[in-house]
């Protein structure tokens, strides 16, 4: 059974920094590209950043590059998300996921974690 978990999302201020952790199982990380995603409150998901399958990584929002990074440690099953210098728009639900494709669409990943919510906050 394919399961991907998020976990690591919290309140974090301004300027900060927070790591978000994707563990996966069910199946071999070493074969498949995994993408975050974020879901603003009364806004459309959103792609965010991805790697893939043989560690490249891919920023596929304009806004978040150069703040943002992600890796993976295929012997642990997980994959991360580093964010640094956050910003109040940052604030949401963030979601991996495994795709075919490191693409924005989120029609190219089939499945997905439940989420963790992210709040930037003074």
């Known amino acids: 059974q394919v399961q991907l978990v998020e976990s690591g999302g919290g309140l974090v201020q301004p300027g900060g920094s927070l790591r978000l952790s994707c563990a996966t199982s069910?199946?071999?990380?070493?074969?498949?590209?995994i993408g975050w995603f974020r879901q603003a409150p009364g806004k459309e998901r959103e792609a965010v950043i991805c790697?893939?399958?043989?560690?490249?990584?891919?920023t596929l929002e304009a806004s978040v590059e150069g703040r943002f990074s992600i890796s993976r440690d295929n012997t642990r099953n997980k994959v991360f998300l580093q964010m640094n210098d956050v910003k109040l728009e940052d604030t949401g639900i963030y979601y991996c996921?495994?795709?075919?494709?490191?693409?924005?669409?989120?029609?190219?990943?089939?499945?997905w974690g439940q989420g963790t919510p992210v709040t930037v906050s003074s």
């Open positions: 996921a495994r795709g075919r494709l490191c693409r924005a669409s989120p029609e190219a990943y089939t499945y």
């Open positions: 069910g199946f071999s990380l070493d074969y498949y590209n």
């Open positions: 790697i893939t399958y043989n560690g490249l990584s891919r």
